[in-house]
């Protein structure tokens, strides 16, 4: 079961990089995904059949210690049970489908090598998801299936939605990433070398003692809801997911159809020992998924495209899951997966054949003398609760259904609008004014330390702050792509200088952090520095560049290197950050919180200015009345 483990996680990878080196025509990425995609299925079927002989018992593989000093401990971990196995027979199926459907779907189609490469970078961290043993593990595969949503949504780069709507899902899926990131924190806290996830059941097998006490047990329950409602688009983030539909349709049906959708619900079963431990969290699901399912209910009326009526019945039976979780009904949601999953993936995969389906509907209808159509089906039709409701109230809830309940106003003025303003503040100031006051404030820490007034780990504040102030500053930075780069790479290099000061016998661990991002943030700043300066100063903040199209080598260095920049797994500073925030709260706990803040606000910054550089029609082709259609868009959605 230990190489059947492996091959189920690293096939998905090995078609990425068979597909990238010998993927030179249509016809070699199609055979390669073929065969790939019957090893992987044959694999994971093998899995399974195995995990069956074994008795369908929980199973656990350590492969080995990817990082180890002290007490922290990063291993690579693998774990199936039911819920795995439930999740991997639908991976099997529906990616199956999906990449015999595109090799015919998108022939001819200029980016067909970067779909097939995303798709199998999706499948690949879906797998490490699905496969993870432990918090961090998951956390791996959750930032891997989350930029690839990212790629694949602005799939379409010559287009100003899709490009905007992808970076609205990553906001979102970074904003969510504070769930995780801190849970992972938490757990190490909490639960110490029992944080395996098939541990966790049995820490709960006893009421008493807990584990952990109830006010640390909310806390950790109300991070994982976070993550999970991001995730899975419930209140209230359900406005993202019907405008991630922009991408092309076998990445929706995939994605916010079938598997990425569910995702919040696997975090929900997979850590059930920990929300589940008291009513008030249960309450809590099953409110969430209440209130998402009555605005997507109603919101799906009002949807005037097939792919959002089809989001938001998808958001709907989400909604019921998170209601069916909170109920305690776990095997049961575990049938209502798979029945939503290949439902939407088959409407979504069907949709563009139901305009024509509905031509030929229209034609086969008779029309009476009156000049209006009528059908012997339609004779009897049932009247709609709504339609027994007073006027006033039906006008009510139209408006507020078309408005998808104002939930994206909601979250923009709660959450990003205070940052920006913030932001937009602290860059009113020259740099000379901000280095004085920064001096005077570290002189003042600096006398009080020396006179041991307060202790030396109270520099480490001065530097927090500092911290969060860059990245704010980055966040709300649009006149100069250099600019937000180094304020985002100083708010990282401030954070490992805070942990310094808190605890100086971890300078391993932040040498390790800094180790992945010091290259990113070099390797962004030679990219950005050949670019003519027009580009590198955005002296119209409100038009893309096309640098994928005119410089397609410099966009490639600029995703990598900002990949590393914002702690993405493939470099030390994905290990890094959880070090970070893990000795971070020997001394001040809410220095953790400010980190895990401050790091998805540089990946906001960061996602931004990759799009504004490699997206968009190069400017040869676009005549001066599409520019400013394109900045009048940008500029009265500010």
């Known amino acids: 079961m230990n190489s059947l483990l492996l091959t189920c996680q690293f096939l998905p990878l090995l078609g990425l990089m068979l597909i990238a080196l010998l993927g030179k025509n249509e016809k070699a990425i199609a055979n390669l995904s073929f065969w790939t995609t019957h090893a992987m299925g044959l694999s994971i079927l093998a899995l399974l059949i195995s995990w069956g002989i074994q008795g369908f018992s929980g199973y656990e593989f350590e492969w080995f210690i990817l990082y180890e000093h002290g007490s922290y401990q990063f291993?690579?971990?693998?774990?199936?049970?039911?819920?795995?196995?439930?999740?991997?027979?639908?991976?099997?199926?529906?990616?199956?489908?999906?990449?015999?459907?595109?090799?015919?779907?998108?022939?001819?189609?200029?980016?067909?090598?970067?779909?097939?490469?995303?798709?199998?970078?999706?499948?690949?961290?879906?797998?490490?998801?699905?496969?993870?043993?432990?918090?961090?593990?998951?956390?791996?595969?959750?930032?891997?299936?989350?930029?690839?949503?990212?790629?694949?949504?602005?799939?379409?780069?010559?287009?100003i939605q899709p490009v905007r709507n992808a970076l609205r899902a990553y906001t979102v899926y970074r904003f969510c990433d504070i769930g995780l990131l801190l849970g992972a924190w938490m757990s190490h806290l909490l639960f110490h070398e029992s944080d395996h996830f098939s541990q966790l059941a049995v820490l709960f097998e006893h009421a008493a003692p807990s584990p952990a006490s109830y006010p640390a047990l909310l806390l950790m329950s109300l991070l994982i809801f976070i993550a999970a409602s991001g995730k899975s688009a419930q209140f209230p983030f359900c406005f993202w997911l019907p405008r991630a539909m922009e991408g092309p349709t076998p990445s929706s049906a995939i994605f916010y159809g079938a598997l990425s959708v569910?995702?919040?619900?696997?975090?929900?079963?997979?850590?059930?020992?920990?929300?589940?431990?008291?009513?008030?969290?249960?309450?809590?699901?099953?409110?969430?998924?209440?209130?998402?399912?009555?605005?997507?209910?109603?919101?799906?009326?009002?949807?005037?495209?097939?792919?959002?009526?089809?989001?938001?019945?998808?958001?709907?039976?989400?909604?019921?899951?998170?209601?069916?979780l909170a109920l305690g009904l776990e095997s049961l949601v575990l049938l209502h997966f798979l029945g939503n999953a290949f439902l939407r993936c088959y409407q979504l995969l069907v949709s563009p054949s139901i305009v024509a389906h509905m031509l030929r509907v229209e034609g086969a209808m008779d029309i009476d003398d009156t000049g209006f159509k009528t059908h012997a089906m339609q004779a009897h039709l049932p009247v709609s609760v709504r339609d027994t409701l007073p006027e006033v109230l039906q006008n009510t809830l139209y408006v507020f259904a078309l408005q998808e309940g104002n939930l994206e106003r909601l979250v923009r003025s709660v959450l990003w609008e205070p940052l920006k303003i913030i932001g937009a503040i602290i860059n009113a100031y020259a740099a000379w004014q901000k280095s004085l006051v920064g001096a005077a404030v570290f002189a003042v820490f600096g006398i009080l330390v020396g006179t041991e007034v307060l202790g030396s780990h109270y520099l480490a504040i001065p530097f927090a702050l500092a911290m969060l102030l860059a990245s704010l500053s980055a966040f709300s930075q649009k006149h100069s792509f250099i600019g937000v780069w180094n304020a985002v790479a100083l708010s990282c290099l401030l954070a490992a200088s805070s942990v310094w000061l808190l605890r100086p016998d971890a300078q391993l661990d932040i040498l390790l952090f800094t180790t992945g991002i010091l290259p990113s943030w070099l390797l962004g700043l030679v990219v950005l520095s050949r670019l003519p300066g027009k580009e590198r100063f955005a002296d119209n903040?409100?038009?893309?560049?096309?640098?994928?199209?005119?410089?397609?080598?410099?966009?490639?260095?600029?995703?990598?290197?900002?990949?590393?920049?914002?702690?993405?797994?493939?470099?030390?500073?994905?290990?890094?950050?959880?070090?970070?925030?893990?000795?971070?709260?020997?001394?001040?706990?809410?220095?953790?919180?400010?980190?895990?803040?401050?790091?998805?606000?540089?990946?906001?910054?960061?996602?931004?200015?990759?799009?504004r550089l490699c997206m968009g029609r190069p400017t040869e082709i676009c005549n001066h009345a599409e520019i400013t259609a394109m900045q009048a868009i940008f500029k009265s959605s500010k």
């Open 75 to 159: 291993p690579i971990l693998f774990y199936l049970d039911k819920v795995g196995a439930v999740y991997l027979f639908a991976i099997w199926v529906i990616f199956s489908i999906i990449v015999r459907y595109c090799r015919y779907y998108l022939h001819r189609e200029s980016g067909y090598k970067r779909f097939f490469l995303t798709i199998f970078g999706f499948a690949f961290g879906l797998n490490m998801v699905i496969l993870a043993g432990s918090i961090d593990m998951l956390f791996a595969g959750w930032e891997i299936v989350g930029i690839s949503s990212f790629l694949l949504i602005a799939f379409y780069r010559h287009r």
């Open 541 to 611: 903040p409100f038009a893309y560049r096309a640098m994928s199209e005119t410089h397609p080598s410099l966009a490639l260095l600029l995703f990598l290197s900002f990949l590393g920049l914002v702690g993405f797994p493939i470099t030390p500073a994905f290990i890094g950050e959880d070090l970070l925030l893990y000795h971070a709260s020997s001394q001040f706990a809410w220095i953790s919180a400010l980190i895990a803040i401050s790091f998805v606000i540089n990946g906001i910054a960061a996602a931004r200015v990759f799009l």
């Open 262 to 324: 569910h995702l919040g619900v696997f975090l929900l079963l997979r850590t059930t020992p920990i929300w589940s431990y008291h009513i008030l969290t249960r309450l809590m699901v099953f409110g969430i998924g209440l209130i998402s399912v009555i605005i997507a209910s109603l919101s799906e009326k009002t949807q005037s495209n097939i792919k959002g009526q089809i989001a938001y019945a998808s958001i709907t039976q989400v909604g019921i899951m998170f209601m069916e």
